[in-house]
T-cell receptor, first 110, second 112 residues
Framework: DGGITQSPKYLFRKEGQNVTLSCEQN?????MYWYRQDPGQGLRLIYY???????QKGDIAEGYSVSREKKESFPLTVTSAQKNPTAFYLC?????????FGPGTRLLVL | DAKTTQPPSMDCAEGRAANLPCNHS???????VYWYRQIHSQGPQYIIH???NNETNEMASLIITEDRKSSTLILPHATLRDTAVYYC?????????????FGKGTKLSVKP
């Protein structure tokens, strides 16, 4: 099946720990995105990448890092510098102007 | 901030058409109107988008007014599985960062 996969579905982070969220797509899309969603709120852009080996900060990049070594993969690391990481994280990829989303990863802090 | 205004909630009877309105009075000439929906705890699902003309696909129809200041998403025969939050978004890709601005959306409840 073609699509976007995110893993894990739930992730628990201890204080001071870095965690990495996976996002993979087999749609051959050039652009990929990471969004954060807080309860009852809309999505906010963390990072985006329009091509391999290139990425740009979004509106709320502080405390996060990404890499784009392969076209299919765009992992997001939530670092210990992110003081309020509990949220629903969504990855998307796009062909031209239409973005398609993965199922999301819910990150909880222990 | 979102450039669209939607009612916070709507109800629809199962099997009837659901008509979801959206106001976007400040839309620019090169901005598309997009509709996504999100079922609780899932990723947003793309529904349809359009620029000026009305559009139809297997999921829905999009009616855009001639002045482009408002639009309506139509689900022709709503089912219980269509219960979700529906987001209307105006968006211009053209070399920009591609930031979709999701507002609060409309919570559609389809009732038996």
């Amino acid at each position: 099946d073609g699509g976007i996969t995110q893993s894990p579905k739930y992730l628990f982070r201890k204080e001071g720990q870095n965690v990495t969220l996976s996002c993979e797509q087999n749609l051959n899309h050039d652009a990929m995105y990471w969004y954060r969603q807080d309860p009852g709120q809309g999505l906010r852009l963390i990072y985006y990448s329009q091509i391999v080996n290139d990425f740009q900060k979004g509106d709320i990049a502080e405390g996060y890092s990404v890499s784009r070594e392969k076209k299919e993969s765009f992992p997001l690391t939530v670092t210990s510098a992110q003081k309020n990481p509990t949220a629903f994280y969504l990855c998307a990829s796009s062909i031209e102007e239409t973005q398609y989303f993965g199922p999301g990863t819910r990150l909880l802090v222990l | 901030d979102a450039k669209t205004t939607q009612p916070p909630s709507m109800d629809c009877a199962e099997g009837r058409a659901a008509n979801l309105p959206c106001n976007h009075s400040t839309i620019s000439g090169n901005e598309y109107v997009y509709w996504y929906r999100q079922i609780h705890s899932q990723g947003p699902q793309y529904i349809i988008h359009g620029l000026k003309n009305n559009e139809t696909n297997e999921m829905a129809s999009l009616i855009i007014t001639e002045d482009r200041k408002s639009s309506t998403l139509i689900l022709p025969h709503a089912t219980l599985r269509d219960t979700a939050v529906y987001y209307c978004i105006v968006f211009y890709y053209g070399g920009s960062q591609g930031n979709l601005i999701f507002g609060k959306g409309t919570k559609l409840s389809v009732k038996p």
